[in-house]
């Protein structure tokens, strides 16, 4: 193989570590080790390939550094060493680039835990065309030579560490830039108001970075730029009105103070539109958007005024439409059902009223649905039971009346179905435990539900907050709500709920009275495990199966009229943040084992019929504000009034009344 040339193990499944025989191949013009899982350090040896134009070593677990040796092959044009393990400081080694590697084009070291500062010897890269350095934890500033490298084309930095300003300096030469990313820095831009850049971007990432408050004047030199993204970029100032006239098939511009009247954009050149506008003071009626919409969130602005009557005809290929947290008035339009490309719609939090449309037997690929917090009224769409893809439903906070239609058990792959806060009646319907395996959140609460929790519930295995609070039902807890699965572990579920699983920019949310408080979940909706059957008419005692489920971190059962004693070992819920046992008619005495419990902030105990004394140790002793335990004469102990007698051995003690 001493003639060998071109050498390509790309994409198997080696494990071991880079062969040191590699390096005798000295013909190798190009090497190509990566999309394996190769681990240990790049060897030294590897210098000795002279010939070496071509050097990928992408996608695998290499740590260590970078060899100096390979700084002297005078032939090499492509250095690509991303997405692995390499975690050297860049103080030393960078240090031996010479003029040695001028035939440099693309040095790719993206994707590693490479530190320290940005070495200004990159500066003497004159041929570089491309230069990766994203998502590593470079610090430091930006040296000035970059402004002299001349040839190159990208210039990417992002999610570092890296501080100080960028000035014109930076980009005094760069005539042939493309695509600039610098986002999550702290990196201020800071250039003149009539500042024309050398450049003609078509990709610009400045996310995270501080560019406001003004509008960069700058941009409006870029008649090539398709992509822009300036989320959270402190700007508070008005879009100029060059700005919607540019065709932006990507606009970012979430998480500003964009203040005004919301543009119409232009129809890009691209087949498809993508607009973020969301977390804005965007006011004013929606606008005409181009017909090739994809998708488009306004989530959280000023906008006002009815959703257009024929929304559903100028946008037709719509994937997201993200309304959220506006002023929007009127009724659902019901051309809303002629964009059947739907997978995201989200209505929720305006001033919306009226029926909801009953038109949904098209939509095949809609995964959610979100009109909760408006003013709707009228039944359920039976067609909801058509739109089988759907996985998460929030009706909530509307005052929608009737029954839950039968038709909606044909939503078998349904994660999350919130429909709170309404005029739901009659019985919890048994079809959810049948036919809706895969819920992992159900939320009834605040209906008029009457009857017995149907023992189906105790189907889904995988459900991780149950919330039937405020409803009439009765009769007992089922003792097989010790079997939820969902609520043992205590790991969280795999389904991706509460991060961005449907869209890029729609995160699940969900309210629940924890803690004694309403809170509303997001982000860490993952993580959450409760149970809330409060304010009910349930029957009979607390059932000790319930302490089989160790995961939950809320467990609500106030304001029934629940009976007997307190579970024996209820600190096997080792996960339990709050527990509300309160207005019950709970007698005997409280658990020692309630001692265990390390998490616990908030407790309720108060109005029911305990007695003896208050366990003492661990959390316990935080929880110091006496009304936990108000409206239980019998009891005594910390942080109550002292009891009469000495408090008798605990193994005596355990579980009896004193």
């Known amino acids: 193989m001493s003639v060998l040339k071109v050498l390509d193990l790309s994409a198997n499944i080696f494990n071991s570590t880079i062969p040191m025989w590699l390096a005798n191949l000295t013909s190798l013009v190009h090497l190509n080790l990566g999309f394996n899982n190769l681990t240990g350090e790049i060897p030294s040896a590897l210098g000795n390939l002279t010939c070496l134009v071509v050097l990928d070593l992408s996608f695998n677990s290499l740590e260590g550094g970078i060899p100096g040796s390979l700084w002297n092959l005078c032939s090499l044009k492509v250095l690509d060493l991303a997405n692995n393990r390499l975690n050297e400081t860049t103080s030393e080694p960078y240090k031996t680039i010479s003029g040695c590697t001028a035939y440099l084009k693309i040095l790719d070291l993206a994707n590693n835990s490479i530190y320290g500062p940005i070495p200004a010897s990159f500066g003497r890269l004159s041929n570089l065309r491309i230069l990766d350095l994203s998502h590593n934890s470079l610090n430091g500033t930006v040296p000035e030579s970059f402004g002299q490298l001349s040839m190159l084309e990208k210039l990417l930095m992002s999610s570092n560490l890296l501080q100080g300003t960028i000035s014109e300096v930076h980009f005094a030469n760069l005539s042939r830039l493309e695509e600039l990313d610098i986002g999550f820095n702290s990196l201020p831009l800071r250039v003149n108001s009539d500042w024309v850049p050398p450049f003609q971007l078509n990709y610009i990432n400045m996310k995270s970075c501080n560019i406001g ?65 969301s977390s804005n003071k965007f006011e004013g009626p929606l606008p005409i958007f181009p017909s090739i919409q994809n998708r488009l969130d306004l989530t959280a602005n000023l906008i006002s005024g009815w959703i257009p009557e024929d929304i559903g005809n100028m946008t037709p290929t719509l994937d997201n439409l993200l309304l959220s947290g506006n002023q929007i008035s009127g009724p659902i339009p019901n051309s809303l059902c002629n964009i059947n490309t739907l997978r995201v719609l989200d209505l929720s939090k305006n001033r919306l009223y009226g029926d909801i449309p009953d038109c949904w ?124 699965r969902g609520m043992i572990s205590g790991n969280g579920t795999t389904s991706g709920i509460g991060i961005y699983k449907w869209s890029t920019t729609y995160g699940e949310n969900l309210v629940q009275f924890m803690k004694g408080k309403e809170l509303e979940y997001t982000k860490t909706l993952k993580y959450l495990i409760n149970m809330d059957l409060s304010v009910n008419k349930l029957t009979g005692s607390i059932p000790e199966e319930l302490t089989n489920l160790a995961g939950l971190r809320g467990l609500n059962l106030s304001n029934n009229h629940l009976t007997g004693n307190m579970p024996a070992m209820i600190g096997n819920i080792r ?39 208050i366990p003492s140790g661990n959390q316990l002793q935080t929880l110091i504000d006496p009304s936990i335990y108000i409206g239980n004469p019998q009891l005594c102990g910390f942080p109550l009034s002292k009891c009469a007698s000495p408090e008798p051995p605990q193994a005596d003690n355990e579980g009896k009344d004193e």
């Open 213 to 277: 408050p003004q509008f960069p004047a700058w941009l409006q030199t870029q008649k090539r730029v398709i992509t822009l993204y300036l989320s959270s970029t402190s700007i508070s100032d008005v879009l100029p009105q060059w700005f919607p006239k540019m065709k932006f098939s990507y606009l970012d511009l979430s998480f500003n103070q964009i203040r005004g009247r919301l543009p119409a954009f232009l129809k890009p050149d691209t087949l498809y539109m993508n607009l973020y506008l």
């Open 575 to 613: 996960f339990l943040e709050s527990m509300d046992f309160s207005r019950n008619q709970i007698s005997g005495s409280i658990p020692q084992s309630m001692s265990a419990l390390t998490s616990l902030s908030h407790l309720n105990l108060s109005y029911n019929k305990l007695s003896g004394r």
């Open 361 to 484: 037997s098209n939509f095949k690929i809609l995964a959610v649905l979100d009109f909760s917090a408006n003013n709707l009224s009228g039944f359920i769409p039976t067609s909801f039971g058509n739109a089988t893809s759907l996985q998460s439903l929030h009706l909530t906070n509307n005052s929608l009346p009737g029954e839950l239609p039968l038709s909606l058990r044909n939503c078998t792959g349904m994660v999350i179905f919130d429909v709170g806060e309404n005029k739901l009646s009659r019985s919890v319907p048994r079809w959810i435990g049948k036919s809706m395996l895969c819920l992992e959140i159900l939320r009834l609460r605040s209906n008029m539900f009457d009857g017995i929790i149907p023992l189906e519930i105790c189907q889904l295995a995988e459900l991780q907050v149950l919330d039937l609070a405020h409803n009439n039902l009765s009769g007992i807890i089922p003792l097989c709500f010790g079997n939820l």
